[in-house]
């Protein structure tokens, strides 16, 4: 019998793995960068489970606990079930950590809310901080006479506050003689700049490893590879995902980490289609240069989907991502035509920056889900804790309440819903959405002159059905990179077609691709461009067999040439102008 040799991919991971244990062996600090389909994961969950072999006895011994940092309750549950839950290690995400460690010192967290000048106000109407109970649950602020509660936000930031004093640093290194942190790059820059400037810079603390890429960094300001003193660089060039026609794309576009595939034999394709056939009038907004009329735009859409369709590609959700990277045209295809021509930057709503489309999405959207599937435990999750139920009268009017709540998300509109949510907290409106409320409230029903913008789009939203909101949660959660939940980040499909198209003031797909071909990136566009690659690199390292790239708005020679170098020069197709 022939033993087959280990795959590219295979050996390129035992050979970071190799360097990881390395650095665990000599209590080095040290960063995994693993790229898209590389089994970051993995790698991980191995490292936790050698330290749980050889060392998960005398841990438990000794009360300590190795910790492990997530980005998202999905990802704690996933590692932590691979551990079999093992008592040696803590796996929890940034809050849940944070919080089970500051939560015994009652003291200074009652000192770190006290010196908080935007709180002043709030403090001083409660009758001041005495000894009153610091809480975490609902994660708004509030202060009382007898508890504090605290804000998410300020979990990491009295995190980083505490390990500044070299008491807790040495209670912190005593409790977790190891520290993982899983998407180090996305994790709060506090928290990571408190590990560097008292870890990493001076040689103690515990043993840190971080785990992630920051080639998919889409949801911090900070693009570039963060420069960790003591920290031993390793990359994992593997990637167990995509076909090599995809992977050779992916090693063009970033050749500094080279993956190798796992199965070098394996059939697919990735193609790069374009609009510059129409010769006719474009869009020329300030979000919507060189773009494609709107009905055109769709037409071109659907074209190129009929065509991937004849040519085999299975175009069912369970097969194909469709990755709208988009502007208003598919804002209105998509059913949320008003909220889009409210704001101005799309990333107020597209990303959630706005508190009000925030709230709505993040609070609102997922307790009404959970309702309406039964159940309850995930509903009271998001709502902040079990309800008060002392007989049945107050059963039937909770019941009551969110079925009034439901027939507003079909029928009514986001005004309504918050009017609705202001009666009866279920759920709680958010500081910054309460302030909105209050100060309309106070101007009258009426637009004033003086009002600041995020007032008038306040007033603007609350006359938009609730559908279009209820639309724009299912197109952000299931038809964008952008979904908080890493819903598209860290997730694989058989095919993905991306859209690049105008309409974001973040991203201007014609420049991106022209820049990468020059390399002329002036020092202010930087970031920028930065922000662009690493939207693109999550968009197109998701399929695992085929990948087709739309991009809609005029493409010059330079960014022509671009795509030909990524995707090969006969794989750079252009689409012939639907037929009326």
Not at 8 to 14: D, K
Not at 28 to 33: K, T
Not at 295 to 324: R, Y
Not at 331 to 352: D, M, Q, T, W
Request: glycine share 6%.
């Amino acid at each position: 019998m022939t033993i087959q040799p280990p795959s590219p991919a295979i050996v390129a991971a035992q050979q970071a793995q190799e360097k990881l244990e390395a650095c665990l062996e000599a209590e080095a600090n040290f960063r995994l960068e693993a790229g898209a389909g590389a089994g970051k994961t993995y790698s991980l969950v191995a490292a936790l489970r050698k330290l749980i072999a050889e060392r998960g006895t005398a841990l438990l011994n000794a009360g300590q606990r190795v910790a492990c940092i997530t980005y998202t309750e999905v990802a704690r549950n996933e590692i932590a079930q691979e551990i079999e839950q093992h008592p040696a290690i803590l796996v929890n995400t940034i809050h849940g950590f944070g919080w089970s460690f500051i939560a015994p010192f009652q003291k200074q967290l009652r000192d770190l809310v006290a010196a908080q000048e935007n709180r002043q106000e709030a403090i001083e109407a409660a009758g001041g901080i005495h000894n009153q109970t610091v809480e975490y649950n609902l994660g708004f602020f509030g202060i009382d006479d007898k508890r504090i509660t605290l804000h998410h936000d300020d979990i990491p930031k009295y995190l980083a506050a505490l390990l500044a004093n070299p008491k807790f640093q040495k209670i912190f290194s005593s409790l977790h003689p190891v520290l993982f942190i899983d998407e180090y790059q996305d994790t709060d820059p506090l928290v990571m700049s408190a590990l560097s400037d008292q870890f990493f810079a001076t040689g103690t603390g515990p043993i840190i490893g971080l785990f992630g890429d920051h080639w998919q960094t889409i949801y911090r300001k900070d693009y570039q590879l963060a420069e960790f003193p003591n920290v031993e660089p390793i990359d994992k060039g593997s990637n167990f995902r995509s076909v090599p026609d995809i992977v050779d794309v992916l090693n063009k576009l970033r050749p500094e980490l080279v993956q190798h595939v796992d199965d070098e034999t394996a059939q697919g394709e990735a193609r790069f289609f374009h609009c510059n056939a129409y010769t006719g009038e474009r869009v020329d907004s300030r979000n919507g240069k060189a773009e494609l009329p709107a009905e055109l735009s769709v037409s071109f859409i659907n074209s190129l989907k009929a065509q991937l369709e004849a040519e085999g590609w299975d175009l069912a959700p369970a097969k194909t991502k469709i990755l709208m990277l988009t502007h208003n045209a598919i804002a209105a295809e998509r059913g949320y035509p008003n909220l889009a021509n409210i704001f101005e930057h799309k990333e107020a709503f597209s990303k959630k920056e706005d508190a009000t489309i925030s709230f709505l999405a993040d609070t609102v959207e997922p307790i009404c889900l959970a309702y309406i599937a039964g159940n309850y435990g995930e509903m009271f999750r998001f709502m902040g804790g079990l309800p008060t139920i002392r007989k049945s009268a107050d059963k039937a009017e909770w019941r009551a309440q969110m079925d009034q709540l439901i027939a507003l998300r079909a029928d009514g509109t986001i005004g309504e819903v918050i009017d609705l949510l202001k009666n009866t907290l279920r759920p709680r409106l958010t500081d910054r959405v309460a302030k909105r409320e209050a100060e309309i409230a106070g101007l009258g029903p009426d637009e004033t002159p003086d009002e600041s913008k995020s007032l008038k789009r306040h007033r603007k939203l609350k006359n938009v059905v609730y559908r279009e909101l209820v639309a724009l949660v299912e197109f952000i959660n299931g038809f964008t990179p952008f979904a908080t939940q890493h819903s598209v980040k860290g997730a694989e499909f058989e095919n993905v077609l991306v859209i690049l198209s105008a309409g974001w003031n973040h991203y201007n797909w014609p420049k991106f691709l022209e820049s990468l071909q020059t390399g002329n990136i002036p020092a202010k566009e930087q970031a920028s461009f930065a922000r662009w690659r690493n939207l693109f690199y999550v968009a197109i390292s998701r399929p695992k067999k085929r990948l087709a790239v739309l991009a809609t708005q005029t493409l010059g020679p330079q960014a022509l040439a671009a795509a030909a170098h990524l995707f090969g020069a006969e794989n750079v197709l252009s689409l012939p102008v639907p037929q009326a």
